[in-house]
């Protein structure tokens, strides 16, 4: 994940098509609109996390835009309604969303103009936001209307890693899909409709980091918040991590939690999760980034738990059998 920048190489605007079979939607799963950054080694899908786009979807039933980046190894991708603010440039082994500048990333914005059955009219635009990590001011964009089948990727621009890359990314591609919302592999369970800030209900949260070790004891550190109408942020202190007798993994944890409501009158909190990793020279982590979620308003005061991605990339590594979890309790309603 270091050395020699690799020129970021561009699609025309007029997109490729990828001759892929469509998948066949389901009667049951409504379809979604989704931007997505998929990664790729060769020609090839890459597999595992990241590799289907399933870590920085930006999706909707009818309209969707906001923001996707990439760490400049192709290591990690993330996404967010608001455009990051980092001001340095990533090492080869580390990435904070908040510290750190995209190695590449976009601007993107999309909307379903028509349907008629599984097929949809769909005007694109994005704009290439970063390159090789740094801020553009009129870098490559494209506005267009598609037409889509369920389950047929679009693809509006493509990069390299501009860092070199130990998890063995070769290109990462901006599609726009059709897709079942089952397909996207978010929670087992969403939220039926539009969701909405609540503006009239608060509520008194416990969120806790628990930090679970192999000899099976747990660290636990405790954040108290008052969820309203904004988003609550929540910030908890680095874990390091011995790896030698003079290297140290630091992982930091922080988000944010909103309540919001459904047009049924039903509460979820809308979670965003963002974990980070300063690893030594050597040591692959498992991904890193921003995690969004959404649960239910939990009935009881019994706490949901939320676990976090592997920090380890095989049963061999040596931060095997150390996990991370959000437990989240709702202790009033104001």
Known sequence: ?????????A????????????????????????LAAHFYRGDQPAPGPGGNGTMGPLLHESEVSGFIWLMPT???????????????????????????????GWRVSARVLERNGDTFKVRVEWERRWDKSTRLTSGPTGTQEITLRAGEPFALD????????????????????????????????????????????????????????????????????????????FRFSTISIPFTDEDVIRINVQGAIRPMATTAGDVWLQLEIDRSVTAPPGFVPGPSGVQMKRIPLPASPEPVTIELPALFSSSRDRLAGHALALRIRILTKK
Request: aromatic share 4%; with cysteine; proline share 10%.
């Open 1 to 9: 994940m270091k050395i020699a920048p690799i020129l970021l190489v």
């Open 11 to 34: 699609l025309s605007l007029t997109p490729v098509r990828f001759a892929q079979a469509p998948a066949a939607p389901t009667g049951s799963d409504p379809l979604v609109l989704r």
């Open 74 to 104: 192709l290591c990690g991708v993330f996404s967010s309604a608001n455009e990051p603010k980092g001001t340095e440039k990533a090492g080869a082994t580390s990435y904070n969303t908040a510290q750190h500048i995209p190695g590449s």
């Open 158 to 233: 493509r990069v390299e890693p501009t860092l070199t890359s130990e998890c063995g990314m070769t290109a990462a591609r901006l599609e726009v899909t059709i897709a079942p919302r089952q397909a996207v592999k978010r929670s087992s369970s969403e939220p039926v409709g539009a969701l909405t800030p609540i503006a009239d209900t608060s509520y008194d949260a416990e969120v806790s980091l628990v930090f679970a070790k192999p000899d099976g004891k747990e660290d636990v550190q405790r954040r108290n918040l008052r969820l309203g109408a904004s988003p609550s942020p």
